[in-house]
């Protein structure tokens, strides 16, 4: 049976995976805690490797891919979703910004460009992207990282302070909820 390892710097994440897993009855899953530019790993060792919104929380996004790519097999395949910056300094700062307030782990957001020069120099070959849009519910966006209702009215001044541009590239709402821009990428290991 495949086997499937959960890695995250953050224990509430793994415990929450671990329920989760045991919930459903997977029991060919293990978690691991550790960093995503460190991982402890043998080289060649795994088919896939899947990251979901948390590349923007890592310090070294270029290390991490080249871990990722050092422990998958010649074939494996990297497959990314992640929060995508706009590419613009005013709308990538407004996005930072709020990203930063609501959790102090964010780190950064990455252009398109970026997530392709970030594959190709860790040696991927990039199989597909696709751009999308994310709306995100304000109310249950903060609740999610439990930001301290002083913090939350920061976010909502600053929404409300944002430019016209701003707010409408972002389909900023009256209730403070708004729309994200999103990447996925696959990518195989030459």
């Known amino acids: 049976m495949a086997q499937v390892v959960a890695y995250d710097l953050s224990l509430p994440m793994l415990d929450v995976v671990r ?26 060792s795994f088919d896939i490797v899947i990251s979901r919104y ?33 590419g613009q300094p005013l709308k990538d700062v407004w996005l930072s910004t709020i990203e930063a307030l609501r959790d102090t782990s964010h780190v950064r957001n990455y252009a398109p460009g970026e997530w392709l020069a970030l594959f190709t120099e860790a040696g991927f070959r990039v199989t597909a992207l696709q751009q999308g849009q ?11 990282m439990r930001t301290p209702e002083a913090v939350v009215d920061v976010i909502r001044h600053y ?22 821009d999103t990447i996925f990428i696959q990518a195989e290991k030459r």
């Open 54 to 86: 948390s590349a923007h929380h890592w310090h070294d996004v270029g290390r991490a891919m080249r871990e990722t790519y050092r422990v998958l097999k010649p074939g494996g395949r990297a497959i990314f979703m992640d929060i995508s910056s706009p």
């Open 159 to 180: 929404q409300d302070s944002a430019s016209e541009e701003v707010k409408a590239y972002f389909s900023l709402q009256a209730d403070g909820s708004f729309s994200s």
């Open 134 to 144: 994310l709306d995100l519910d304000f109310r249950s966006w903060v609740a999610r």
């Open 19 to 44: 329920r989760t897993a045991q919930e459903h009855g997977y029991h060919h899953l293990t978690t691991l805690q550790g960093y995503a530019e460190v991982l402890p790993f043998d080289d060649a």
